[in-house]
Nanobody
Framework: VQLVESGGGMVQPGGSLRLSCAAS????????MSWVRQAPGKGPEWVSV????????YYADSVKGRFTISRDNAKNTLYLQMTQLKPEDTALYYC???????????WGQGTQVTVSS
């Protein structure tokens, strides 16, 4: 399993970012996929999950209405569009194979998102 996240960075409150996750080493279309984030000193929070076909999604209450998960099975790529970003969204964002509570070894290396004025 190889997952490579990109698109993180520093943005002002209210700004937007789009994260991408390039997947390889497994049949991407067969798996639910997730975005997980972890802020310093805190445990992981499952931000969003998307089912194999892309029609069914889950969002944590903390991001509902602001973040949108999507996938392109032809490109083996997972996305997270983040809008109306808040300082509390600052974290390392990971792409994970599977749904909620996917084991750590199925995550990528992460991309840092920092929301600050």
């Amino acid at each position: 399993v190889q997952l490579v996240e990109s698109g993180g960075g520093m943005v002002q409150p209210g700004g937007s970012l789009r994260l991408s996750c390039a997947a390889s080493g497994f049949t991407f279309s067969y798996y639910d996929m997730s975005w997980v984030r972890q802020a310093p000193g805190k445990g992981p929070e499952w931000v969003s999950v998307i089912r194999t076909g892309g029609a069914s999604t889950y969002y944590a209450d903390s991001v509902k209405g602001r973040f949108t998960i999507s996938r392109d099975n032809a490109k083996n790529t997972l996305y997270l569009q983040m809008t109306q970003l808040k300082p509390e969204d600052t974290a390392l964002y990971y792409c994970a194979r599977g749904g909620i509570a996917s084991p750590r070894h199925t995550w990528g290396q992460g991309t840092q998102v920092t929301v600050s004025s």
